[in-house]
């Protein structure tokens, strides 16, 4: 991924001011930086959420405005920190992205929330927006990984999702992303 000299924001005050950088694949990369310096800003444009007004973001070298965006929503996928769900149960959720079941088990159980999920009331039917069976926000927010590793994009992005975790979920995934940034690339 290379983002060069990309304005983003208002022009008069902008976001992101003529910001070039590399992110190599089959990496992790992490973005840092205070409050409003622009983090969530290249993960929108990233999302195609919203545009540069100027500079080139390139994947692949591609420009990331010429991939499909049928192409595009299989490369790259994105956790925010207050995940959305459909209304659906949690397996329903999770399979959306997946036909095995079992493999939501599996990841499900390495990130450490299979246990979680199990000692709900429906367990795995659990409807994740019901009121009345409160799914926990670290839970939601864990779940909101699991889908993402099983979409298994090559492009993962996770903004302030893992540092939200608890300790012990965060352990887990942060070892999960390091076995899979042979293959893909990951940005936090």
């Keep these: 991924i ?3 000299n990309v304005l983003y924001g208002n022009k008069k005050d902008p976001i ?15 973005i840092t930086g205070e409050a409003g310096s622009g983090k969530t800003g290249v993960f929108d444009l990233l999302m195609k959420l919203n545009r540069q007004h100027s500079g080139d973001i390139y994947i692949d070298d591609d420009k990331y405005e010429k991939i499909s965006d049928e192409d595009y929503y299989n490369l790259v996928s994105l956790v925010r920190k207050d995940p959305n769900f459909f209304d659906l149960s949690i397996k329903d959720n999770l399979m959306l992205v997946t036909e095995s079941f ?8 390495t990130i450490g929330i299979h ?9 795995y ?5 019901d009121s009345t069976e409160k799914v926990s ?17 090559n492009i993962m992005m996770f903004d302030e999702s893992i540092e939200t975790l608890d300790e ?14 042979t293959d893909h690339t990951i940005i936090i």
């Design 2 to 4: 290379k983002f060069i």
């Design 16 to 30: 992101l001011s003529d910001v070039s950088f590399d992110i190599p694949a089959n990496s992790i990369t992490v």
């Design 102 to 109: 079992t493999r939501v088990k599996r990841i499900c159980d």
């Design 115 to 123: 246990n979680d999920i199990i000692a709900l009331k429906n367990k």
């Design 125 to 129: 039917d659990t409807q994740i927006n």
């Design 137 to 153: 926000k670290n839970l939601k927010l864990a779940i909101a990984v699991a889908r993402t590793i099983l979409k298994d994009s």
């Design 168 to 181: 012990i979920h965060k352990r887990n995934v942060i070892k999960m992303l390091k076995d899979l940034k």
